[in-house]
DNA sequence: CTCCTAACTTATAATCGGTCTAAATCTATG
DNA sequence: CATAGATTTAGACCGATTATAAGTTAGGAG
């Protein structure tokens, strides 16, 4: 399932309704982003946003990932203990992780309950649930 | 609840049932882990350890942690974008995270239960699911 | 004991994601 | 066109972690 091709305006459209000012490198990030599924570094988001004409730089790259992760238009995975993934399915979802390859995969969270957890301390806002399958792949002939 | 003492010679029969032969830094590394719980950074062990008498590089704080880690004697914890902990609490549970202060509070795993998870991938073998409830806490009269 | 080697520890340099700074550029508005 | 606020940028900087290379330790062989 190929994720949907967005229009330049839908990109913006999506921008404002998360109340970010669309500029040309936050909306060409967002096309990179929401034109293909999978789990993205800063640094691997660079290199997309790169690869054709268009150049942005480093330091925006952080920025609007950052931007993008704190108006919840991309959500922002830590489960590599050396970098953070940026996922663009907002869809509830969990996460299997191989942590020999670092590689990530989605679950849907449809099919999951998780029940029991107890009552938040009082006064505490829920931000999230993440769950991490954590995985490797067994040793193939070995020995 | 406040942990077990463990005597000198509990710690190294801890160590050795795991595989790590027990060294003076590795048996004051973790006397000081695991005469108390919460969750550490190396930082926070390698001042634990240097708290009093005894002299532990830096370097050995981080590799004894990643050792105590893959032998399974401690769990590693990736939450926090800027730093690894560690918990010393091998009894399986889960985890509330102050997104604010970075403060982990554990969950006990026992009432907790997650259905509907698909199966692994072919060959995959488990090492573990973590689960983490990111909160915030109510922000108090500010306005 | 003393010698020898492998395991371990250490100080320090290096790496690398990520953030900060201060200057340049843009954009909307008067 | 002039101005100010928002944004972008290159490059300096930072802090956690890892790599390096030299020193230390422990324990078995002789
Ligand atoms: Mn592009
Ligand atoms: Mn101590
Ligand atoms: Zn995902
Ligand atoms: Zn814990």
């Known amino acids: 399932m190929e994720p949907k091709t967005y229009t ?8 404002r309704e998360h109340g970010i000012n669309p500029t040309a490198q ?23 946003v790169n690869n054709d004409q268009t150049q942005v730089s ?3 790259v952080y920025n609007t990932l950052g ?10 995975l830590i489960v590599d203990p050396t970098k953070v993934f940026y996922d663009p399915n907002m869809v509830p979802h969990h996460h299997f992780y191989d942590v ?12 999951v309950r998780i029940t029991g957890l ?4 009082p006064g505490a806002q829920m931000e999230g649930v993440d769950v991490i399958i954590r995985m490797r792949q067994a040793n193939p002939t070995a020995g």
Request: hydrophobic share 45%.
């Open 118 to 121: 107890p009552a938040l301390p």
């Open 67 to 76: 931007l993008f992760a704190e108006k919840r238009l991309i959500r922002q």
């Open 26 to 48: 936050r909306v060409e990030i967002a096309r990179e982003l929401f034109s293909r599924k999978g789990h993205y570094s800063a640094e691997d988001v660079f290199a997309l």
């Open 58 to 60: 480093k330091a925006t």
């Open 8 to 15: 330049h305006d839908e990109i913006i459209a999506m921008l």
């Open 100 to 111: 020999v390859t670092g590689k990530l995969t989605d679950i849907d969270a449809n099919d």
